[in-house]
């Protein structure tokens, strides 16, 4: 399940609590999709701002509607103890795999965060992604430390957060770091804006906010990769260059999600956690051209 | 309670709740040390690593053990929804203040952290600190952000920080930062290795973290300042210079203030949330030896 196109949807939710109709439906369009795995609970289904007891419930939804195609739950927290929680409520969910980033509030150490997988993997059943995002975790994997955290039982794919954007570069990137990782570790890429460099550079999976979105978009960027077609998958991502270019000057796709979610009738608004608010203004008008123009609905 | 030294006492705790009686000594040995004010459950106090539940417990504690001393609560969490929440509970406690940071996973915009502070200080009846720290926030305030919130109804501090170490520029940064709030608002220096800079440059408080453990020590700094004696103050800061160069390799106060309270007994081992780890190795051997020769027992 570790390869193809893994598609992160929102988790729509209010002060009241999480829209579990609007979510439901988020996860069975993306299964008839055909999407290769799901990826419920990650940033973009906002995770981090969920209580245990939401967080189960969403679990529960993603794999009941899910049908034939493989869940994936992020499991991150603070603390250890509480991962430790998560991912047995994943597991009771049905999840098939789950996902884990080193979530800090006190910046963390190299020593500290391979102990915390060590604690989390050793008490596992099912398959663990090492989630890989500085962006939110203030913590900057080594690839050595990816390396030593790869060999713990149960690790079985890396989501990496970008990579150069020269294809000779980005290549050698995911060759350094596939060097020191086992081979049955995949490598998968995500921020977005690098889907079809990252795929073209070897890595075997896309994990995708915007695949939780428009999956039979990124689907066929996908697709044109896996089948060695790097021109064609270059050139599909070229075409969402205005989308991606309004992700970068918003930092970051979970606000700019939510805005789409809403504007095509996916999730009510407001379908983000306060202080999250979801674009407006000019903004949010631009992006409803493009989702016109580019055709995305 | 916004002025002089206010001591950040550790949470002690393990992987199966909080050891409320050593909390409870941490707490009474600040009172009885004569402390200006305690912040509980600030940063030193690992507030983002418990649960609702275990933050009211600890505020109770708190309270009950600070004798007339004012005790402010921090009530800081992901979703403006949880600390709302916080807020009562902390009221509750019989808090005196609340001390507020905008914890952040996805990176918040200005305009999110207006919003937030906002909500907060609309549904609060007692002071409010607002907590800058933007080593675990991933937020950097702006001055004219401050002078905003600053405006706010029941915000009665800013904690901010640090400053530049020359004191002619420490002086002007405190100046640039008191000409944009109100006189109502008082400034604290946070950062220990910058409290005699900054309370000689004029902030009236020093929200201070190795203040709750060594409160005799650091109130003596406190005191000299306040006097006016900016040359004692800075002498006696300079005298724990070793201190503050072993916190700056490891980045920051609390795995060290952790071991430390494990060697005078203040607190068993282990006393942080794991994944935190206190410093151990020939690390926690040089803290031992600058414990004895720096007389901080």
Same mark, same amino acid.
């Given at each position: 399940?570790?390869?193809?196109?893994?598609?992160?949807?929102?988790?729509?939710?209010?002060?009241?609590?999480?829209?579990?109709?609007?979510?439901?439906?988020?996860?069975?369009?993306?299964?008839?999709?055909?999407?290769?795995?799901?990826?419920?609970?990650?940033?973009?289904?906002?995770?981090?701002?969920?209580?245990?007891?939401?967080?189960?419930?969403?679990?529960?939804?993603?794999?009941?509607?899910?049908?034939?195609?493989?869940?994936?739950?992020?499991?991150?927290?603070?603390?250890?103890?509480?991962?430790?929680?998560?991912?047995?409520?994943?597991?009771?969910?049905?999840?098939?795999?789950?996902?884990?980033?080193?979530?800090?509030?006190?910046?963390?150490?190299?020593?500290?965060?391979?102990?915390?997988?060590?604690?989390?993997?050793?008490?596992?059943?099912?398959?663990?992604?090492?989630?890989?995002?500085?962006?939110?975790?203030?913590? =900057?994997?080594?690839?050595?430390?990816?390396?030593?955290?790869? =060999?713990?039982?149960?690790?079985?794919?890396?989501?990496?957060?970008?990579?150069?954007?020269?294809?000779?570069?980005?290549?050698?990137?995911?060759?350094?770091?596939?060097?020191?990782?086992?081979?049955?570790?995949?490598?998968?890429?995500?921020?977005?804006?690098?889907?079809?460099?990252?795929?073209?550079?070897?890595?075997?999976?896309?994990?995708?906010?915007?695949?939780?979105?428009?999956?039979?978009?990124?689907?066929?960027?996908?697709?044109?990769?896996?089948?060695?077609?790097?021109?064609?998958?270059?050139?599909?991502?070229?075409?969402?260059?205005?989308?991606?270019?309004?992700?970068?000057?918003?930092?970051?796709?979970?606000?700019?999600?939510a805005a789409a979610?809403?504007?095509?009738?996916?999730?009510?608004?407001?379908?983000?956690?306060?202080?999250?608010?979801a674009i407006?203004?000019?903004?949010r008008?631009?992006?409803?051209?493009?989702?016109?123009?580019?055709?995305?609905?």
């Amino acid at each position: 399940m570790f390869s193809g196109l893994s598609a992160f949807p929102l988790t729509p939710m209010n002060e009241d609590g999480i829209d579990t109709v609007a979510y439901a439906a988020l996860v069975r369009r993306l299964a008839d999709a055909g999407v290769d795995s799901i990826g419920a609970l990650g940033s973009s289904g906002s995770y981090a701002y969920l209580s245990r007891e939401e967080r189960a419930q969403t679990a529960r939804i993603a794999v009941e509607n899910a049908g034939t195609v493989p869940v994936m739950i992020g499991i991150g927290a603070l603390r250890t103890r509480d991962v430790l929680l998560l991912a047995e409520d994943a597991q009771k969910a049905g999840a098939s795999a789950v996902l884990l980033a080193p979530v800090s509030y006190n910046k963390l150490s190299a020593e500290e965060v391979y102990s915390h997988f060590e604690a989390v993997t050793r008490n596992l059943s099912i398959p663990l992604c090492v989630y890989d995002n500085p962006g939110t975790t203030n913590f =900057q994997f080594s690839d050595e430390l990816h390396g030593r955290i790869a =060999q713990l039982p149960n690790v079985r794919s890396i989501k990496i957060p970008g990579m150069p954007l020269d294809p000779q570069e980005a290549k050698a990137r995911v060759d350094r770091l596939r060097a020191l990782i086992p081979a049955h570790v995949s490598i998968g890429v995500s921020g977005d804006w690098f889907g079809a460099i990252g795929l073209n550079a070897g890595c075997e999976a896309w994990y995708s906010a915007w695949g939780g979105l428009f999956p039979r978009t990124l689907l066929e960027i996908t697709r044109a990769a896996q089948r060695g077609d790097e021109q064609e998958a270059s050139q599909l991502m070229e075409r969402l260059r205005p989308l991606w270019d309004l992700v970068a000057r918003q930092g970051g796709s979970l606000r700019v999600m939510a805005a789409a979610a809403e504007l095509l009738g996916l999730a009510k608004s407001p379908c983000l956690p306060l202080p999250l608010k979801a674009i407006h203004g000019p903004d949010r008008a631009h992006l409803a051209e493009l989702i016109e123009s580019l055709e995305l609905a």
